[in-house]
Antibody, heavy 122, light 107 residues
């Protein structure tokens, strides 16, 4: 059974830093691209960052230069280091797996974690 | 960035109704469009990928269509468990973007 379990959510002051991690199980982690998607309270979904199976990364403009995504295939984990946090970064952060079938990968997300709440407030 | 819009933003429907939600992209995205269902306090659930492909395990009353800039999610014969918020997502660009969502509630 595929499982994604986020950890690290917390209350942090503006300008502070936080690291979220996502532990994956039930699939060959190294074969899949992974992503972080966030949802501010009562709002829609916002893609944050992705990391390919080979390690190439991409970021939303709203977090570029402040967030860094990484992966450790030996531990089946994906993490995001969040620096210079702002009030507008307050959200539930989901870890998600890219969907692939026998033909292709579709940059859609077939498995999601339960979410980690990040609150940026003084 | 590719902007996504959805209409309506909300709708009220009854069990058994046929529901149609529209998603529009700010530029052509071919068939790189996905649909998700989200219930309160839960993570999103992938329903449709590549515009019209039903994800494994998703009931056949859900269907998707469209290409280019205009897409549709249809739910035939709404079930009680279908009351939720639905999001479209473009995967044409590496900078993924989601639509603002359509909330389907009980009439």
């Amino acid at each position: 059974e595929v499982q994604l379990l986020e950890s690290g959510g917390d209350l942090v002051q503006p300008g502070g830093s936080l690291r979220l991690s996502c532990a994956a199980s039930g699939f060959t982690f190294s074969n899949y691209a992974m992503a972080w998607v966030r949802q501010a309270p009562g709002k829609g979904l916002e893609w944050v960052s992705s990391i390919a199976s080979g390690g190439s990364t991409s970021y939303a403009d709203s977090v570029k230069g402040r967030f860094t995504i990484s992966r450790d295939n030996s531990k089946s984990t994906v993490s995001v280091q969040m620096n210079s946090l702002r009030a507008e970064d307050t959200a539930v952060y989901y870890c998600a797996r890219y969907y692939c079938d026998s033909r292709s990968c579709y940059r859609s997300y077939d498995y999601w974690g339960q979410g980690a709440l990040v609150t940026v407030s003084s | 960035d590719i902007q996504m819009t959805q209409s309506p933003s909300s709708l009220s429907a009854s069990v058994g109704d046929r529901v149609t939600i529209t998603c529009r992209a700010s530029q052509s995205i071919s068939n790189s469009l996905n649909w998700y269902q989200q219930k309160p306090g839960k993570a999103p659930n992938l329903l449709i990928f590549a515009a019209s492909n039903l994800q494994s395990g998703v009931p056949s009353r859900f269907s998707g269509s469209g290409s280019g800039t205009d897409f549709t999610l249809t739910i035939n014969s709404l079930h009680p468990e279908d009351f939720a918020t639905y999001f479209c997502q473009q995967s044409y660009s590496s900078l993924v973007t989601f639509g603002p969502g359509t909330k389907v509630d009980i009439k």
